[in-house]
Each structure stands twice: as structure tokens, then as C-alpha cells.
């Protein structure tokens, strides 16, 4: 597979390692983004893939929760580009539908989308959003929490991210407090028991090549291995991270008694890749046609 400079160029973005690092790395891995990450950790190139990815797609996660904190929703509504994200009309429909699935359960956005609000269903609200605003807008996907305990919600930099966070109790500052952190941190899970195997198997793999690289003796290596990993709880776990208000303290420190017992974090637009117009291809098309 060839190697095109956007492929370098996305690979250094991720993983913040040089230019001709990210061409060879792509090179060896037959244009695979993933395994390319992997051989430049395993070369200690890269520590590690930059968790935020390439987002491109526009709009708005936005947070809903009940005056009790029993019921939370997070909700990502995306659209072209992020001037209509800013639009009134936009944020103002967001939150009713927010408002709407704490209120009404949906299963899934098919199932949203035929609900109603005033007597319309949310479909023909966002086509009719849609013809106001000159842009087209969607309805990506939303999360719903009930609890014994409490909802805490944080959306940070106007929508770009947003948590959802169900905790046993504590007051409103922690569980802001929590879902900061889970922003900001990007834990895969609570604790150990929640981080998916496959991850974990993954980056033992990549850590024994890691010692390898290094030259490390074979009947070493899986201390090692297990040293690291330890390392790797503390990056990924939110009770084990080091708390972002006070370097001094783990999250679990401050939550003290209370525990969290699930969160959702929204990143606008991860997951999507928005269409990359070619300037110069479009010029050379143009004058082609003459």
C-alpha cells in the first residue's frame, strides 16, 4: 500500500513522533495506522498513541440532568461546520432532546427519532433545523444514567467533550471534580477489573517487544513487563490516575468513601473523518475542463 503524505501527517499527529519515523513505521505496516502506532512504541519512538485521535466532524455533545441527579444524558448532535454548532436554534433543539430521552427512555436514535416535542417528532425537527440553519444536522448518539446515587455532568470547550458520570453520592463539586478529570484523562475504566482484556493484552505485547528492542534478557522480561503495567493501570484506571486539581493526590483520595460506578465521555466527532478537500487537485480539475 502507498504511503501518502496525509497518512504521515495523521500518524505524527498521533503519536508525536518525527516525520521520517512516521514514513517507515507506515512503510513496515503495509499502511495500517494501528500496527504503525505499535512498531513505534515498540522502537520507543512514541510512548504512546495520542488517545484524542483525528476528530473532524462539527457540532456539539451537550449534557442533560435532572434537578434530583437521578437521570443523566449525554447527547451528541453533530452538523458541518462549527459556526452552526454555535447557532441558538442548534443548542436549543440539542437540549430539548437531551431533556427529552431523560424523560423518555429511547432505545436507540431510531427509536428517538419518533418521539415528539410540541406535537413533532424530533425527526422533523432536525429537517426542519436543518432548512433554517443551511446545514445538515444528525442526531449521532446519546448515553441515559439512572442512579440511586448522583448524575454528574462537565461539557468542556462549549461541547467539544463531554462526561457523564454516575457516582454513589458526595457533594456537587466532587462529582464535577470527577468528570473533569475523566476529560481531561481519558481512563479507559473505574479500576483494573474494568480495563477490557483485549487492551490489556495488547499492550503487554507491546511492551515485551519494547524490552526486546532494548536489548533486555529473556528471563526478565516479564517483571518487566509486570513493572510497566503497573504504570499503564495508573494511565488508563480513573481511581488510579493522579488527580488533575492536585498532582499530591490520586482520584481515589478524593473521593474518599464514595465510589464512581460508570462514566461515558463524548469526544465531538470521534470515530468520523470529514471529507478533505484537495485545493490544488480541484485547481488542476478546473483547468483540465477548459
Known amino acids: 500500500m502507498a504511503v501518502t503524505a496525509a497518512m504521515v501527517k495523521d500518524l505524527r499527529e498521533k503519536t508525536g513522533a518525527g ?18 502506532i505499535d512498531y513505534l512504541r ?15 466532524a462539527e457540532g456539539a455533545v451537550a449534557a442533560f440532568v435532572s434537578k434530583d441527579e437521578k437521570i443523566g444524558v449525554l447527547l451528541e448532535v ?27 427512555n429511547p432505545a436507540d436514535v431510531d427509536a428517538l427519532n419518533e418521539l415528539k416535542i410540541n406535537g413533532k417528532k424530533v425527526s422533523d425537527l432536525v429537517i426542519e433545523a436543518t432548512a433554517t440553519i443551511g446545514e445538515k444536522l444528525s442526531i449521532r448518539r446519546f448515553t441515559r444514567y439512572t442512579t440511586d446515587g448522583r448524575i454528574a455532568s462537565y461539557i468542556h470547550m462549549g461541547g467539544k467533550i463531554g462526561v457523564l458520570v454516575d457516582i454513589t453520592g458526595g457533594s456537587v463539586e466532587l462529582g464535577k471534580d470527577v468528570a473533569m ?18 487492551e490489556l493484552e495488547h499492550e503487554k ?28 493501570y495508573g494511565e488508563v484506571c480513573l481511581n488510579e490516575q493522579i488527580f488533575v486539581k492536585d498532582p499530591e493526590k490520586k482520584v481515589s483520595d478524593i473521593l474518599g468513601k464514595e465510589k ?31
Open 181 to 198: 478529570q475523566i476529560a481531561a484523562s481519558q481512563p479507559l475504566a473505574v479500576d483494573r477489573d474494568g480495563v477490557p482484556s483485549e
Open 260 to 290: 464512581v460506578h460508570r462514566f461515558t465521555r463524548y469526544q465531538l466527532g470521534e470515530g468520523i473523518e470529514k471529507k478533505q478537500d484537495d485545493f490544488a487537485a480541484e485547481v488542476a480539475a478546473m483547468s483540465s475542463k477548459k
Open 19 to 36: 516525520m521520517m519515523d512516521c514514513k517507515k513505521a507506515l512503510a513496515e505496516s503495509d499502511g495500517d495506522m494501528q500496527k504503525a
Open 42 to 56: 515498540e522502537k520507543g519512538i512514541a510512548k504512546a498513541a495520542k488517545k484524542s485521535g483525528r476528530i473532524a
Open 78 to 104: 453533530n452538523c458541518e461546520t462549527d459556526f452552526a454548532a454555535k447557532n441558538e436554534q442548534f443548542r436549543a433543539l440539542e437540549s430539548q432532546i437531551a431533556e427529552l430521552i431523560a424523560k423518555e
Open 205 to 232: 505485547e507491546v511492551l515485551r517487544k519494547q524490552a526486546l528492542e532494548e536489548g533486555k534478557p529473556e528471563k526478565i522480561i516479564e517483571r518487566m513487563v509486570e513493572g510497566r503495567i503497573k504504570k499503564f
